[in-house]
């Protein structure tokens, strides 16, 4: 089992910059795929992007490909997402979540283990 805690989040006009942490504990993080995954008010839960356990392959929803890069690094036990060039579309409660697979996920339902969130908000 594995408990997830998000960080980073806050207010940014558009075009600016934002970095989300995902800090692990509990069980050996380096043999979760992960996950960042957002919720905007009043949608449905949606893929950003994902990370590989091992070689860190990276998968990326098609609306942030390009201004979002998610990594890991195992001996922190953290999982990132670098946003930049953000829009107000781009606000949201993002999630990280985490699977005991090799491969990351884009269906929500193939996560096991799921943080608290936190809220990004981006200003026009």
């Known amino acids: 089992q594995v408990q997830l805690v998000e960080s980073g989040g806050g207010l940014v006009q558009a075009g600016g910059s934002l970095t989300l942490s995902c800090a692990a504990s509990?069980?050996?993080?380096?043999?979760?795929?992960m996950g960042w995954i957002r919720q905007a008010p009043g949608k449905e839960r949606e893929f950003v992007a994902g990370?590989?356990?091992?070689?860190?392959?990276?998968n990326y929803a098609d609306s942030v490909k390009g201004r979002f890069t998610i990594s890991r690094d195992d001996a922190k036990n953290t999982v990132y997402l670098q946003m930049s060039s953000l829009k107000p579309e781009d606000t949201a409660r993002y999630y990280c979540?985490?699977?005991?697979?090799?491969?990351?996920?884009?269906?929500?339902?193939?996560?096991?283990?799921w943080g608290q969130g936190t809220q990004v908000t981006v200003s026009s």
């Open positions: 979540a985490a699977r005991p697979r090799l491969m990351a996920a884009t269906s929500l339902n193939d996560y096991t283990y």
């Open positions: 509990g069980d050996t993080f380096s043999t979760y795929a």
């Open positions: 990370i590989t356990r091992r070689d860190g392959t990276l």
